[in-house]
């Protein structure tokens, strides 16, 4: 049973995380259904733009901490989105927390509506947002995403939109991506690719240059004790002993 649920309208495939009763959480499962449908949006010739949503009230909680992604799968569907010659397009109208935000940043353009909120949990359970600040960097306000990642605290939609999170924010998402789906279908698929390509140099170039020490990272943090500490007191709902 795949975990994304996959419509079509006007060349435009909408790609729905389907996991609702662990809150969309990125688990090896549901990554690799995502890179599945992605593969496939890609190699469609009648598919001229991806939409990526979710079924229930978050987008994504991060990563599973029953079942975690392996770093490489993960930093492996980032840039399978930044590479996918089409382009991708965030809807988002519930919560999105660590692992989650990497998956928003990643996508070429995101619209959010005021239900959506944010915050960059890792370091409130010992890790920090290793893989996910690959794209995050080159596109995102570095003083605010200092603040954000170093404390954990959540922010809403609007912020979002000004720190470069989000490309916009409305009350009606929907209304907000009809000029954006309306453009892309008006635009030459081979333009879309070409166009795209200049577009995410820069975060491709991180990739290149930085996805191999960051995996290590992630992986070495994910087996501390802090970590263990940390995802073991998150579960049980109380706080972290290092909590002062």
């Known amino acids: 049973m795949t975990l994304i649920a996959r419509t079509r309208a006007r060349g435009v495939e909408a790609l729905t995380l389907d996991s609702p009763h662990n809150r969309n959480a990125l688990s090896a499962a549901l990554v690799g259904d995502l890179a599945t449908a992605l593969t496939e949006a890609g190699e469609d010739s009648d598919v001229r733009a991806v939409v990526l949503t979710h079924a229930g009230n978050t987008f994504s909680a991060g990563a599973d901490l029953r079942d975690p992604p392996d770093p490489d799968a993960l930093v492996g569907l980032l840039r399978q989105i930044a590479e996918l010659p ?3 397009v965030a809807r988002v109208t519930g ?3 660590a692992g989650g935000l990497g998956l928003l940043a990643v996508c070429d353009i995101a619209a959010a509506s005021p239900a959506a909120t944010f915050a960059f949990t890792e370091v409130r359970v010992g890790v920090a947002p290793a893989v996910i600040s690959l794209p995050l960097l080159p596109r995102t306000d570095p003083r605010a995403l200092a603040r954000y990642c170093l404390t954990g605290e959540r ?7 000004r720190i470069g999170l989000v490309t916009a924010a409305g009350d009606d ?4 991506l009809e000029p954006v789906l309306d453009g892309v279908r008006r635009a030459s698929p081979q333009a879309l690719a070409e166009t795209k390509r200049l577009l995410t140099a820069r975060v491709l170039e991180a990739f290149d240059r930085d996805a191999a020490g960051l995996t290590a990272l992630s992986a070495k943090l994910f087996a501390s004790p802090q970590a263990r500490e940390g995802m073991t007191a998150f579960l049980e709902r109380r706080d972290p002993q290092w909590v002062v």
Do not use: I, L, T, W
């Not at 998402?173 to 907000?176: I, S």
């Open 155 to 161: 922010f809403d939609a609007a912020e979002a939109a």
């Open 95 to 97: 919560h999105v927390r």
């Open 86 to 88: 089409k382009p991708v």
């Open 173 to 176: 998402v929907d209304a907000v």
